[in-house]
């Protein structure tokens, strides 16, 4: 029995990578979230260095969960499978597993990634908030910008804790406001939440980063690491703009939408944040 979730944004995606279109698939064919630029790394426009700035993204996720050869890895919301591929090419005697509740996804990860030599990948079908993995089975959980699709935070971070082992780490990144924002946008979705849900789904954005270390603090995790990385983020938003319109999407999501997500970024009213937790 297959699963999925109701992500319009995916539709749009899968079915270009599916036609072959040559700028979607250069960009979003393996990883499907924000790149990441800083000074020795500046954006010049491409889907080249697009496709480069979200690989350095994924790393960084990585490196702030401590991930090395011989762990047991689990990633969460794991898309296409870019992290685990990029793990699979970097480690060594690592077990490798991407959780996603979309089947069309996990087909395509399936279909795209194999392990190295002396590596696992395995993908698995299932929801972050009941993870299908017995207790203590991960060294590090990873989840690269998907968390404000889960329907729960709070169950997220004890489902993560659960599968990890003592000792083990929490890493992630996802979109938080400031304590400004926070009204501002619960009375932006009262108005436009049914828009934005047609568009990209089931999204909460709407937790300010100490209520989000609140909810990781109750689940057993530590708060280990925080990085404000918004501004590195920022080149994103015309590459998304330029490939919504390539792909026929309503120019006033392309344009208005993404420009209004941008906008907020650049005000600091919406932050990205990556962020670290510990089980002792």
Same mark, same amino acid.
């Given at each position: &029995?297959?699963?999925?979730?109701?992500?319009?944004?995916?539709?749009? #995606?899968?079915?270009?990578?599916?036609?072959?279109?040559?700028?979607?698939?250069l960009?979003?064919g393996?990883?499907?979230?924000?790149?990441?630029?800083?000074?020795?790394?500046?954006?010049d426009?491409?889907?080249?260095?697009f496709?480069?700035?979200?690989?350095?993204?994924?790393?960084?996720?990585?490196?702030?969960?401590g991930?090395?050869?011989?762990?047991?890895?689990?990633d969460?919301?794991?898309?296409?499978?870019?992290?685990?591929a990029?793990?699979?090419?970097?480690?060594?005697?690592?077990?490798?597993?991407?959780l996603?509740? =979309?089947?069309? $996804?996990?087909?395509?990860?399936?279909?795209?990634?194999?392990?190295?030599?002396?590596?696992? @990948?395995?993908?698995?079908?299932?929801?972050?908030?009941? &993870?299908?993995?017995?207790?203590?089975?991960f060294?590090?959980?990873?989840a690269?910008e998907?968390?404000?699709?889960f329907?729960?935070?709070?169950?997220?971070?004890?489902?993560?804790r659960?599968?990890?082992?003592?000792?083990?780490?929490?890493?992630?990144?996802?979109?938080?406001?400031?304590? !400004?924002?926070?009204?501002?946008?619960?009375? $932006? =979705?009262?108005?436009?939440?049914?828009?934005?849900?047609?568009?990209?789904?089931?999204?909460? @954005?709407?937790i300010?980063?100490?209520?989000?270390?609140?909810?990781?603090?109750?689940?057993?995790?530590?708060?280990?690491?925080?990085?404000?990385?918004?501004?590195?983020?920022?080149?994103?938003?015309?590459?998304l703009?330029?490939?919504a319109?390539?792909?026929?999407?309503?120019?006033?999501?392309?344009?208005?939408g993404?420009?209004? &997500?941008? #906008?907020?970024s650049?005000?600091?009213? !919406?932050?990205?944040?990556?962020?670290?937790f510990?089980?002792?």
């Amino acid at each position: &029995m297959t699963t999925s979730i109701d992500l319009p944004y995916f539709d749009v #995606l899968l079915e270009g990578l599916r036609q072959g279109h040559p700028d979607l698939s250069l960009g979003f064919g393996r990883h499907v979230h924000w790149g990441y630029w800083d000074a020795e790394h500046p954006a010049d426009g491409t889907m080249v260095d697009f496709s480069a700035a979200a690989e350095r993204l994924c790393r960084r996720v990585c490196d702030a969960g401590g991930v090395r050869d011989g762990q047991a890895i689990l990633d969460v919301g794991c898309g296409l499978g870019g992290t685990v591929a990029s793990l699979n090419e970097r480690l060594e005697g690592v077990r490798l597993a991407g959780l996603n509740i =979309d089947a069309r $996804q996990i087909a395509l990860a399936r279909r795209e990634v194999h392990a190295r030599r002396g590596n696992e @990948v395995v993908f698995h079908e299932g929801d972050a908030c009941k &993870m299908p993995f017995p207790d203590a089975s991960f060294d590090v959980v990873l989840a690269v910008e998907c968390a404000f699709h889960f329907p729960s935070r709070a169950k997220f971070f004890a489902e993560a804790r659960r599968v990890l082992r003592p000792g083990g780490v929490l890493s992630l990144c996802d979109f938080l406001p400031s304590r !400004l924002a926070v009204p501002i946008l619960r009375a $932006q =979705d009262l108005v436009f939440g049914g828009y934005v849900r047609n568009v990209v789904g089931p999204t909460d @954005v709407s937790i300010p980063l100490d209520r989000y270390l609140a909810l990781a603090r109750e689940a057993g995790l530590t708060p280990a690491l925080e990085e404000d990385i918004t501004r590195n983020t920022l080149p994103t938003y015309p590459i998304l703009q330029k490939i919504a319109l390539e792909m026929g999407v309503h120019g006033l999501t392309a344009k208005w939408g993404v420009g209004a &997500m941008s #906008l907020v970024s650049r005000l600091t009213l !919406l932050r990205y944040l990556i962020l670290s937790f510990e089980k002792r």
